[in-house]
């Protein structure tokens, strides 16, 4: 845990690369002329880090067009400041709605101005999955691995992570940073759509190997362990 000096040093750091983007990324190289509809945009598409993108609901918030909504997002990625994970249907994906993840959980709070407050469990869940999904990126580009990510999603039921290659999809991964478990209806939709795809479940506090009825739960650095062996 960081001591209060290391803390203040850290939020500052944070909420500086937080102006600095805005001024010096956007304002200064005019990808906007807007800048104030972009703030707002920001803000709340920040609040909506890890979650399937709800364009409408996004653009009334901030008062800013749908068509703009897109725009923006588009900003975002060109920027690296994000990135999105597509729904495993490939051919829905021209009216299928994405995830959007923020590069970085500390600047999600920062924009959010919430560096000082506890993240609530929900939150919590949502910052988890954020560093997960990076995190393997992150060693699927160091290790030049030729996999795809995306999520499967069925009605209200919904798998995290799905790694696949050029045969299919490879290992499955629901990401959890409480002890609820994930539905034994979703593990049992899943394995009908996907039969013989291992399913786990990466935890953010199990700090051993456990089982339940339906699936393996591993703590986070082991679920990164077998992902380095795919």
């Known amino acids: 845990m960081l001591i209060d000096g290391q803390h203040k040093l850290a939020a500052g750091h944070l909420k500086s690369y937080h102006t600095t983007y805005i001024k010096e990324e ?14 707002r945009f920001l803000n709340i598409s920040a609040q909506s880090n890890g979650q399937v993108i709800e364009f409408a609901n996004i653009s009334r918030e901030s008062s800013v067009p749908a068509s703009t909504v897109k725009e923006y997002y588009q900003i975002l990625e060109d920027t690296l400041i994000g990135f999105y994970l597509w729904p495993y ?11 959007f993840y923020f590069f970085d959980c500390g600047v999600v709070r920062a924009i959010q101005n919430r560096l000082q407050d506890p993240p609530t ?22 290790m030049d691995k030729p996999h795809e990510f995306c999520f499967w999603r069925e009605r209200n039921r919904e798998v995290d992570i799905i790694i696949s290659d050029g045969r299919g999809p490879l290992l499955a991964i629901e990401c959890k940073s409480g002890k609820q478990p994930i539905s034994e209806a979703t593990v049992r939709a899943f394995k009908t759509k996907f039969p013989g795809v291992p399913l786990i479940v990466a935890s953010a506090d199990d700090i051993k190997p456990r089982k339940t009825n339906t699936v393996e739960i591993f703590p986070w650095r082991e679920v990164l362990q077998i992902y380095k062996k795919l």
Do not use: C, H, M
């Open 89 to 99: 249907a490939r051919q829905e994906r021209k009216k299928a709605r994405p995830k």
């Open 121 to 142: 469990p929900r939150e919590r869940g949502f910052l988890f999955e954020t560093w997960l999904v990076s995190e393997l990126i992150r060693l699927k580009d160091y």
């Open 26 to 39: 956007i304002q200064a190289e005019a990808l906007t002329r807007n800048v104030g509809s972009f703030q």
